[in-house]
């Protein structure tokens, strides 16, 4: 999934230690063909105080860190161009290094080099995301960049954001939570750094839970993400429970020991049989499990940062405030003769094989691979097959949660009494 070379991510890392708060800071600034108002002016006649980000406006303006329009306007609406971007996270920096730019289109006499070249020497500009050794200084920022580039940022404050990017950009169990995750229309480089910027609250999705990393964002955004910015940079990531689900996930394959409360014991846990063959009992096959992704329903509401993907919060209000959580396993099932997923499940440990299927609605949100059925022989002797089903288990003190595979691989967890 996220298959970024070691040595480049060495080098990301070193970046990332050394160099990015910028990233996040993205307030923009007047276009190059525009003269800014003074930097003292903290409102604008286009932003009144009805308007959803007046606040957030006016905070960034006292701060120095946007300016309005000669007219005395802000453009809430405009979208924010890398130049802009730039030149509002060199004002956050104002550092005194800058790395000579070697982007064809922007010469010596553009008014953010200097922005860009202090961006290259605190690191939320690099060459290597730019193509032809272009920059492309008009072009509006994408959610996706700006997710790296605010990420890179926490990593400069922070370094072990650095190495959360690092995990979840080398692992194969790394999963964002976004509809573009197995959907496409996502840059798989960018993942992980949407899924910081996700976890931190830095962005969000839409009411269809899509992202939009294609997407762009306007003045008036990038002021509320600027006011989140400086509050999240001051926090570790161990501060946000999506990010430490996510971490979780891409070391383990599950968040179980974040979102429950159950711990390991002296036993492995389900990092012991990812991928491990387990051999159904009335031989109709034989699965491995692939991730095993917890949400806590034990309350009235449901928690975790999977829950949207997953858990569907109308139709299955029933299973709610029961003092239980939904396991989201998902499977890699060979079948040794044409058999529905009903029949599979009659013939196994519990937690390798379900016949309760994901919510209809998420399985087409979200790209989700699953069987439309459970009676109707839809597993096909030949061929493999990798779907998710839906389990459970509850949080009663004592109690255990565990499976093996064929080779006695063991994963063990328990609720403490």
């Known amino acids: 999934m996220l298959h970024r ?3 480049n991510n060495n080098l990301m890392v070193k970046a990332l230690a050394t160099s990015i708060m910028a990233a ?5 600034v007047a276009t190059e063909n525009v003269q800014a108002a003074p930097v003292t002016k903290t409102t604008f006649k286009d932003v009144t105080k009805s308007h959803w980000a007046y606040e957030s406006i006016k905070q960034v303006a006292e701060k120095g860190l946007v300016t309005g329009y000669e007219d005395g306007t802000y453009k809430p609406s405009a979208q924010v161009t890398r130049a802009e971007f730039a030149t509002f996270l060199s004002r956050v920096f104002d550092g005194k290094d800058r790395t000579t730019a070697k982007f064809t289109d922007v010469g010596s006499s553009h008014w953010a080099i200097d922005a860009i070249q202090e961006g290259l020497a605190v690191g939320f500009v ?19 960049e700006m997710s790296r580039w605010l990420a890179i940022g926490l990593a400069h404050a922070n370094p072990e ?4 990017i690092e995990e979840m950009a080398n692992s194969n169990l790394t999963i964002i ?13 960018d993942l992980p750094y949407i899924g910081v910027a996700l976890a931190t609250g830095l962005l969000s999705g839409y009411e269809d839970f899509s992202f939009k990393p294609n997407g762009n964002t306007t003045r008036a955004e990038v002021a509320t993400i600027l006011i989140r910015f400086m509050d999240t940079m001051k926090k570790a990531p161990s501060d946000f429970t999506g990010l430490k689900e996510l971490l979780e996930v891409a070391s383990t394959g599950t968040n179980i020991l974040t979102i429950s409360n159950y711990k390991k014991t002296k036993y492995t846990g389900y990092e012991g049989v990812l991928g491990k063959p387990h051999t159904y009992l009335n031989k109709t096959g034989v699965a491995t499990i692939e991730h095993a992704i917890f949400i806590d329903t034990t309350g009235p509401k449901p928690k975790g940062i999977f829950k949207d993907m997953f858990f569907n919060e109308k139709a299955d209000a029933v299973l709610l405030n029961k003092g239980t959580y939904r396991i989201f396993y998902e499977y890699t099932f060979k079948p040794s003769r044409d058999v529905s997923l009903q029949s599979v499940s009659n013939g196994s440990d519990m937690h390798f094989a379900s016949d309760v299927m994901v919510d209809k609605s998420k399985v087409e949100m979200f790209n989700l691979s699953s069987p439309k059925t459970t009676s109707k022989n839809e597993f096909l002797k030949g ?5 998710w089903a839906l389990n459970g288990t ?3 003190p004592g109690r255990e949660l565990s499976s093996h595979t064929d080779d006695g691989s063991l ?7």
């Open 5 to 7: 070379k070691l040595s």
């Open 24 to 28: 996040a800071l993205v307030i923009p």
């Open 126 to 144: 690099q060459e290597s995301d730019f193509t032809n050794n272009k920059f492309e200084p008009n072009k509006p920022m994408t959610r996706g």
């Open 161 to 164: 954001y650095a190495k959360v």
């Open 177 to 189: 939570p976004i509809p573009e995750f197995y959907g496409g229309g996502v840059n798989k480089n």
């Open 383 to 387: 061929e493999t097959y990798r779907f």
């Open 394 to 396: 509850n949080n009663q």
């Open 411 to 417: 994963f063990y967890y328990e609720v403490p009494k």
